[in-house]
């Protein structure tokens, strides 16, 4: 059973100093990595070898079996963290048999609010920035939930980094199809999420530059 590894982030952009800022374009980004069917040990050699010839060279300070982008910028910034994921996720490029992306683009001229409600719940109408920031603790599972929408004749193996989220329309039609497999930190402790983790943080980083 093919394995795809989810995980999700922010995707923001801003003007301003470090002080004032303006957002002026934000969506949730989930990244969904689909890994080559009988290449998952391949996976975890090549993912666990480079590990360690990175944590040399990198001169990580604290040794870890999986490592997610928030753990290396916290210890060696962004300008060695990037670079460490980049290489990583090149080694591992011949066990990933593709990348799946998703985000939400709400045009803030054209929908200033958006319907939320739910079973017993009123319905009530709250600004779109504030709709798209309630969507990033849930990504993950969304973005699990896009990619079965697009591969529902596939049997695949769904890993998914925890979530926090009220019982949804999405979710409940994921695990009518699917049984997925939730990590709490999946990123810290899962090779798979955590590749998928360092490619949201690459995602967000590079379309920066």
């Given at each position: 059973m093919p394995i795809v590894a989810f995980d999700a982030g922010d995707f923001h952009r801003w003007k301003?100093?470090?002080?004032?800022?303006?957002?002026?374009?934000?969506?949730?980004?989930?990244i969904g990595v689909a890994i080559k069917e009988g290449k998952e040990e391949s996976f975890k050699k090549a993912y666990h070898k480079t590990r360690k010839e990175l944590m040399?060279?990198?001169?990580i300070p604290t040794k870890r079996l999986v490592y997610s982008h928030a753990n290396l910028w916290?210890?060696?910034?962004?300008?060695r963290a990037i670079p460490f994921c980049d290489q990583m996720v090149k080694k591992l490029q011949k066990t990933i048999e593709y990348i799946f992306c998703s985000y939400v683009i709400l045009p803030?001229?054209?929908?200033?609010?958006?319907?939320?409600?739910?079973y017993g719940c009123p319905?009530?109408?709250i600004p779109a920035m504030n709709f798209l920031r309630a969507l990033t603790p849930m990504f993950s599972y969304v973005t699990a939930w896009a990619h079965s929408g697009r591969h529902k004749f596939e049997n695949n193996n769904y890993l998914i980094d925890n979530f926090s989220s009220k019982h949804t329309t999405s979710w409940r039609d994921l695990i009518s199809s699917f049984t997925p497999k939730i990590f709490p930190k999946g990123d810290e402790c899962?090779?798979?999420?955590?590749?998928?983790?360092?490619?949201v943080y690459l995602t967000e980083k590079k379309f920066w530059a």
């Open positions: 301003g100093t470090k002080s004032n800022k303006q957002t002026i374009f934000f969506t949730p980004l989930g040399k060279d990198f001169n916290k210890e060696i910034d962004h300008f803030p001229k054209e929908i200033k609010k958006v319907p939320v409600g739910g319905l009530e109408e899962n090779e798979f999420i955590s590749i998928a983790d360092m490619m």
